[in-house]
């Protein structure tokens, strides 16, 4: 399978929930930064994904899976002995897509275009920081007195840990969330978590060495 990605994209979720479920995958990287976005020979990356963003995967038989928080229950799916999500259909399971719901279009949404993009003025990205405290207030009430998010760990700590790694960039300290940092420090000790941080932050030149 191919993971279409860039370094400083949420493609860092699945890069870690492959990693952690022991499924290999091909880095395919997509310069995001500039427009058009294209891959590394300059292929329009609009010929591959019509949304024009990552992270995509594409499976084996050609077909193809889009956005994040499907992507990583597709992955998780892919090998249940891993314990990356529950099984389906139960309430736990439910539990779990609620919170990729919420990371995906309360904390992920918020960062990004607001707080990469100071284009925008500095009233919208105080704004958006704003939002983000109040949400990160949530996660932070979530993990009283838990290791992981849902109290196991899953996929829904790797796709969280996208945008705390991005908190000191965006200047949306965690400094009032100890628990969110007690946990940071937790998910940056696991080896697969530093794996998928090692391959995924790669230039293309080094993905093809």
Partial sequence: MQLYYHPYGCSLAPAIAAAEAGIALDLVYVDIIGEPHTLADGLLYTEINARNYVPLLGLDDGTEVSEAGIILQYLADLNPAAGLAPAQGTTERRELNQWLTFLGTELHKTYS????????????????????????????????????????????????????????????????????RAWFERMKARPQVRAALKMHSASPAAQAA
Wanted: glycine share 4%.
């Fill in 113 to 180: 275009p607001w707080l990469f993009h100071p284009e925008v003025g500095e009233l919208a990205q105080d704004y958006a920081r704003k939002r983000v405290a109040a949400r990160y207030a949530i996660v932070e009430h979530q993990l009283e007195g838990r290791a992981w998010l849902l109290g196991d760990y899953t996929v829904a700590d790797a796709y969280l840990f996208v945008m705390a790694n991005w908190a000191a960039a965006a200047k949306t300290p965690l400094t009032d969330f100890p628990n969110i």
